[in-house]
């Protein structure tokens, strides 16, 4: 089946933004917060039907880790029910669904994971991404289901989106404010445009339906994902990067210690490093 018109929801977040400038506005249409609210998915599912996308791409998330610990119901609600309700929309219009997943789905026992591995999140954002995954798995069988980690990109002027990690680092540095990064969690990193482009092909060739892990090659600590980003602006020298542990600083959630993502059913994605310097030479 050709793709033709994709309905992309989350459209002014990170990976949506680069969605939709990917497809263009003519072959996608872009809802967001301003159009529809994700928990009451129900209520805009006849404008759905009338817009009849061959495909739908879901970046909406409840993606504040540490406060879903305290917001569950809301994390479970935007992450976990409503992703079921999705799968059930695409499988009445028979349209194939991707769906974004996260690292955190996993304990960090293993310390680095494929596609086939079993999920033991640790946290309650981790739980409601995961029972996201089990409900749309559940309510349909045309899906990707991607699972990536630490995305950065270009942020939408006056979005709600959360802010890149990368983006907090420099906004500290700007502000001559210490940072603290962790040595001691690990995983892999994400450019959007390159998530964005992985995932669009999945549908434009067709993949076999299942879950993918598409991140960029390499991993690291969250500490050198900070030095690096700083050694590319030129501002590592003298700059307030303080190393500090997960048991130096406790976060409100219980987050894996060591989760890299494997990519073992697609080409493998340029390096980390490569992609954060093409990002932070357009920003500059």
């Not at 569950?72 to 992703?83: G, Q």
């Not at 086939?116 to 990707?144: F, I, M, T, W």
């Not at 990536?148 to 420099?170: D, N, P």
Request: charged residues 30%; glycine residues 8%.
């Amino acid at each position: 089946m050709e793709i033709g018109r994709v309905l992309v929801l989350g459209a002014r977040g990170m990976l949506g933004r680069e969605l939709m400038k990917l497809y263009g506005r003519d072959r996608a249409v872009g809802w967001d917060r301003e159009t529809f609210d994700f928990a009451r998915l129900a209520d805009v599912k006849a404008d759905i039907t009338k817009i009849k996308p061959d495909a739908i791409i879901n970046c909406v998330a409840y993606n504040d880790v540490n406060r879903a610990e305290t917001e569950r119901d809301k994390a479970f609600k935007i992450n976990a029910e409503s992703v079921g309700e999705l799968g059930k929309l695409c499988r009445e219009l028979d349209i194939p669904v991707v769906h974004f997943s996260t690292n955190y789905v996993f304990d960090g026992k293993k310390g680095e994971y494929s596609e086939v591995d079993e999920p033991h999140p640790l946290s309650a954002y981790g739980a409601s991404k995961y029972e996201g995954e089990k409900l749309l798995r559940q309510n349909c069988s045309k899906y990707y289901l991607v699972r990536t980690s630490v995305i950065f990109g270009t942020r939408v002027e006056g979005s709600e989106s959360k802010e890149s990690f990368v983006a907090f680092v420099l906004q500290k540095t700007k502000n001559h404010e210490p940072i603290f990064a962790y040595t001691d969690e690990i995983g892999s990193f994400t450019y959007a445009v390159d998530l964005a482009r992985a995932a669009a092909l999945l549908l434009e060739e067709q993949k076999p339906y299942g879950i993918y892990h598409i991140v960029n090659s390499g991993h690291g600590s969250r500490y050198e994902l900070a030095e690096e980003t700083l050694r590319l602006h030129g501002l590592l020298e003298g700059s307030a990067l303080r190393p500090v542990t997960l048991q130096d600083r406790p976060r409100a959630a219980n987050i894996p210690r060591k989760s890299v993502l494997l990519n073992t059913k697609l080409p493998g994605m340029r390096p980390w490093q490569e992609a954060l310097a093409e990002y932070l030479n357009q920003e500059s």
